[in-house]
């Protein structure tokens, strides 16, 4: 058990995004007070300080929530997110696949949403991402058959 680090991801000069599948608190620094961290936690160098995410916590209803893959984008301030999960502080969202909009503070299902087995009951898992700015393709490798926004059929790598 434990805290388990599988990703991380430097967003600018000075923001580092840590995530696994952790449960844990921190000193905030600001308000002089513990502050809890789920499954993803944000480093500010400039304050020298590890932060939660301002709103929105990953949550899964069957499995023990494990984030396997970051990637930032520096063109929209987004953060987006891949593992092992199906909703956000609770409330079900299309598996494997969530997005942290920095600029609002919000952590929101992903608007290409989300992975599934064939079935469409069976949730997929998200496990490496490549964000190709450039050409605005997010590539997500993982453990899954179906896009769940457009139904389309497909295979992780």
Known sequence: KGMKITSVSLAGDHDVYVAG??????????KHEFV????????DAWQQVWLPLKVGHITCSWCVVTVLALAWDSQRSHLHVAGKF??????????????????????????????????????????ALQLDEEAGVLYVMGNFERLTATGELCRGL
């Open 21 to 30: 599948s952790f449960n844990t608190q921190v000193w905030n620094g600001v």
């Open 36 to 43: 809890k961290i789920f499954s993803i936690a944000h480093y």
């Open 86 to 127: 199906n909703a956000i502080n609770g409330l079900n969202i299309s598996p494997g696949l969530a997005i942290y909009d920095r600029d609002n503070g919000r952590l929101l299902a992903h608007p290409a949403g989300g992975l599934t087995m064939r079935d469409v009951v069976s949730d997929g898992v998200g496990t």
